[in-house]
């Protein structure tokens, strides 16, 4: 099986509310040593261990480790769109950048297990499809609140500025969070110094 091919589906989908706790307890310790050692250094006996069960019982949850990652990078993906909808909501489009960053940046830093996992994505196939399916659904909100600012703005560009402005951001403050914290607080500042400038640029297009 190539690792495109990975099974990555929970083997339980846990309706009672003890099977609930269960699942919660398992990403919740599998989250925090993926936080301490990194994914590649976290093996499911560890996982099991943290969680206060055999492997075999952990394994009748996940099939993988892959599948634990997966998990816990969809809980990541649905608070950011959570969280972000509901910030930016009432947020003007000047301040909508520092929203944005500022929001990615502190899921970098403090959410357990995100950096860790999320640093890694092009070199874990199970998350490649999660992670385009992010920004595209990320572009989509940005787009429709671009149309309103900007009416004058050409649809395709309006929507390649959609794409570009999360995705080079995100990929910045990845590098940011690897950097001595002062560092980062600087690089961070200028991240957003350079997506003003272009939402500035966007703004004066074809006026």
Do not use: C
Not at 112 to 137: C, F, H, N, Q
Not at 159 to 183: K, Q
């Amino acid at each position: 099986m190539s690792d495109d091919q990975i099974d990555v589906k929970p083997r339980r989908t846990p309706v009672q509310a003890r099977s609930r706790e269960r699942v919660n307890s398992i990403l919740k310790h599998a989250a925090e040593i993926f936080n301490e050692v990194g994914v590649d250094g976290t093996s499911m006996s560890a996982i099991a261990r943290k969680s206060d069960m055999s492997l075999a019982s952990l394994y009748r949850y996940y099939p993988n480790k892959a599948a634990i990652v997966q998990a816990i990078a969809e809980t990541h993906v649905a608070r950011m769109e959570q969280e972000l909808r509901d910030r930016l909501a009432e947020t003007s489009i000047e301040d909508a950048v520092d929203v944005l960053i500022d929001l990615y940046y502190d899921f970098y830093r403090n959410e357990p297990a995100y950096s860790a996992i999320w640093s890694g994505v092009e070199s874990m196939p199970e998350l490649r499809d999660l992670d385009l399916k992010e920004l595209y659904t990320n572009a989509r909100d940005l787009d429709r609140r671009l149309k309103h600012e900007f009416p004058h703005l050409p649809d395709q560009r309006r929507w390649s500025a959609s794409l570009l402005l999360p995705r080079a951001t995100g990929t910045m403050l990845r590098l940011a969070v690897t950097l001595p914290e002062d560092e980062a607080e600087n690089l961070v500042e200028e991240i957003k110094s350079m997506a003003r400038a272009y939402l500035m640029q966007l703004a004066g297009a074809g006026v």
